[in-house]
């Protein structure tokens, strides 16, 4: 990478707000979380920055806001002039907000908006936004043979999907699903479905539903106030299907950003547990990944609701998961999973919920249930110090001023536990290998320069924590056909020293912060989790296996594979010298990226 981009982003960065997520005042959430009219590319959850059409994507206020400079791409030029130049931090403040997971909040007084402020915001022309960061052309429609027709290219053993990609050859996309797919008759004969999202679009969404299902009802559960959640109902009254249930989000800072599927067809239940928000460009040219469930039956009539549960509990923490809502609209969703079989689940369930909990409830939520899933059903194998652990993510949150704050203390010890002897610390042999794009991936990824506003590192965190760059992979996917298509997919896993093995694979919606993981505090008698996470742990005994093999040849996929479909290529490699973290509210003017455009944010 050039050097001159490498010193704007080490030597010369600034910065007016120095607080670390620790001391987040108690101030009204979602307010701090209002964009200033002037903000650019809009931010989803993860933060993307989502491209979508007229009808806005809804996701927090903040991330909706950072959308408009990739609307408008910058050209190349050989001497970018100086007027180049980004605003000043007191403008950019908002920028470090839109991140789901980057809990260091601009400075809160500012963030108070007056009456006088929201009508600007809130006019017509901030809602019509252009279709896509490339211009009214960038998306391509799927040709016909995109899709598939059958599910003998699924291999079922483990149930972990990526996304189709559209733009990379088609045995890559063997065996991938499409939201279209899953939402088709080949899974079920849909009756109704619960939608758990952060960010939707939803003229959108129902477009992919099929025609003959396009009407039945649809429950939405997002993390929408004020504004963003008027919009949001607003966008919706073409569609009288849809409802809504707002989760409550009592701790500032945090985010509804679970997303899950509950879909309810004449032939059973099926809960499909993913990465993507229901924005179009989630599903375009990002790399992401989903567990689908089997078809769940119904159980015969009279059954007790504890009925049909799996080996490993699934029911049952689902249910607790649902009901940590304490939501109305939920309520005939929870009875109606309490009539089906579940039984058939491999998988284990790890969520967030907001909240500070303390006794047995700490290991209900976040790290804390990982780990007491990894004490409990993993056992120790042989050089365990040398088993690497593996984290891969698409957002970073505030971790403090060096690695023992939080990263490298009760997270590392958490990802190291194997078997119930754990040791009281992580050996120091063992190595945390954490993937994140680099610049360079972003600029030459399909999307180009824009795929980084659905990574949403800030300046403002990362001149913070320099020490975590050094744990910096950079994401390398050939295995997969994805190293082009950025990740919007977080996983996490304990990988053998010759990356053959894994002791355990988790896929998730929880990004590498503390509001998505939760934190220790009260002299570790206390957890505080900020925001709803979800995803799907992984452990060989539930298999019948002692680790799984790290499959080979993940695409075409073949229903005879044992391996596990890890999406990027092991070992991962470590940045170079030249390679810095994207960081996507700073500008990148030295080179174009893959459709002749620098970012430059507003």
Not at 14 to 29: A, F, G, K, R, V
Not at 280 to 306: F, H, N, V
Not at 342 to 348: F, G, I, K, N, Q
Not at 467 to 479: K, M, N, P, Q, T
């Amino acid at each position: 990478m050039d050097k001159g981009l490498a010193d704007s982003q080490h030597g010369k960065w600034t910065i007016s707000d120095s607080e670390d997520e620790d001391n987040i005042p108690p101030t009204p959430q979602k307010d701090s979380n209002k964009p200033k009219p002037k903000l650019s590319p809009k931010r989803n959850e993860d933060n993307h920055s989502v491209k979508e059409p007229s009808a806005p994507a809804m996701g927090s206020e903040a991330r909706k806001a950072a959308h408009v400079n990739q609307t408008i791409p910058v050209k190349y030029e050989s001497n970018p002039s100086p007027s180049v130049k980004r605003k000043r931090e007191t403008e950019e403040a908002g920028w470090n907000l839109s991140s789901s997971d980057d809990e260091t909040p601009a400075p809160a007084p500012k963030k108070e908006p007056k009456k006088s402020d929201v009508n600007p915001k809130k006019k017509k022309t901030e809602d019509k936004r252009p279709p896509s960061p490339h211009g009214t052309s960038y998306y391509k429609e799927e040709p016909a043979d995109f899709f598939e027709t059958n599910l003998l290219s699924m291999n079922d053993m483990y149930r972990f999907y990526l996304n189709k990609v559209t733009g990379i050859p088609k045995k890559f996309n063997t065996g991938a699903l499409h939201i279209k797919e899953i939402l088709s008759p080949m899974f079920g004969t849909l009756k109704e479905s619960v939608q758990f999202n952060y960010c939707f679009d939803i003229p959108w969404m129902v477009e992919q539903y099929p025609p003959e299902f396009r009407d039945k009802p649809v429950i939405l559960v997002h993390g929408e106030k004020r504004e963003s959640k008027a919009r949001l109902i607003q966008q919706a009254k073409p569609y009288p299907h849809i409802r809504f249930c707002q989760a409550k989000l009592d701790i500032a800072f945090g985010t509804h950003h679970t997303k899950m599927m509950l879909l309810w067809y004449e032939e059973g239940f099926r809960v499909i547990i993913l990465t993507s928000n229901l924005i179009r460009a989630d599903w375009y040219q990002k790399t992401q990944g989903m567990w689908m469930s089997p078809l769940y039956p119904r159980l015969p009539e009279g059954s007790p609701g504890t009925a049909g549960e799996s080996p490993t509990n699934f029911k049952s923490d689902l249910l607790e998961y649902l009901e940590a809502y304490r939501a109305p609209e939920l309520a005939e969703c929870i009875d109606r999973i309490k009539q089906h079989d579940l039984s058939e689940t491999r998988v284990y369930l790890i969520g967030s919920t907001p909240g500070r909990y303390q006794g047995p409830a700490m290991e209900k939520w976040g790290h804390l249930r990982l780990r007491k899933l990894l004490s409990e059903h993993t056992k120790p194998v042989q050089n365990e110090e040398r088993w690497h652990v593996l984290g891969q993510f698409s957002s970073i949150g505030s971790m403090g001023l060096d690695k023992t704050k939080w990263l490298a203390a009760e997270f590392q010890r958490t990802l190291t536990t194997l078997g119930k002897a754990g040791k009281s610390l992580a050996s120091p042999e063992t190595q945390m290998l954490l993937v994140y794009p680099s610049v360079e991936n972003v600029r030459t990824s399909l999307e180009g320069y824009p795929a980084g506003g659905s990574l949403p590192y800030s300046i403002q965190t990362a001149q913070k924590q320099l020490w975590l760059h050094s744990y910096f992979h950079g994401w390398h996917a050939d295995v997969t056909g994805r190293s082009n298509a950025m990740p919007h997919i977080k996983t996490y896993m304990r990988v053998s020293p010759d990356f053959t093995q894994l002791a355990w694979f988790l896929v998730t919606s929880a990004n590498l912060s503390k509001a998505a993981w939760g934190a220790l505090e009260k002299n570790n008698t206390q957890v505080m989790v900020r925001s709803y996470e979800l995803g799907v742990l992984y452990l060989p005994s539930a298999f019948n296996m002692s680790t799984f093999p790290v499959e080979k040849n993940v695409f075409p996929a073949s229903s005879s594979s044992k391996g596990f479909p890890v999406p990027f290529d092991l070992p991962p490699q470590h940045y170079s010298s030249k390679e810095q973290p994207w960081i996507w509210n700073i500008p990148y003017t030295q080179a174009p990226d893959t459709h002749g455009n620098v970012w430059v944010p507003s």
